[in-house]
Nanobody, 124 residues
Framework: QVQLVESGGGSVQSGGSLRLSCAAFGYAYSSYCMGWFRQAPGKEREGVAS???????RYADSVKGRFTISQDNAKNTLYLQMNNLKHEDTAMYYCAADPRVGYFSLRVMDYKFWGQGTQVTVSS
């Protein structure tokens, strides 16, 4: 049973930083592609960053240079370091996993397993 549990969300002022974590259980973590997504009220869920089994990363243009995705395979944990946060980054953030080795994507449809989300609120 694949389980993903996000943590680290909260409220921060514009320009601040947060670090999200996603603990993974129930599968061979290091062989999966992992991603971070977000969904703001009234908007569709969108890809933020992804990382595949060999550590290759991909970012949405809106977060390039501000967000960093990383993982600790020994701890089965995915991270998202978010710096210089903006009001428009306010959203529920989700981590996702997919078993297709070597494949990474920012498309919601490409991920099979999802966490419950953690809220990030950035005040301007």
């Amino acid at each position: 049973q694949v389980q993903l549990v996000e943590s680290g969300g909260g409220s921060v002022q514009s320009g601040g930083s947060l670090r999200l974590s996603c603990a993974a259980f129930g599968y061979a973590y290091s062989s999966y592609c992992m991603g971070w997504f977000r969904q703001a009220p009234g908007k569709e869920r969108e890809g933020v960053a992804s990382i595949n089994s060999d550590g290759t990363t991909r970012y949405a243009d809106s977060v390039k240079g501000r967000f960093t995705i990383s993982q600790d395979n020994a701890k089965n944990t995915l991270y998202l370091q978010m710096n210089n946060l903006k009001h428009e980054d306010t959203a529920m953030y989700y981590c996702a996993a997919d078993p297709r080795v070597g494949y990474f994507s920012l498309r919601v449809m490409d991920y099979k397993f999802w966490g419950q989300g953690t809220q990030v609120t950035v005040s301007s």
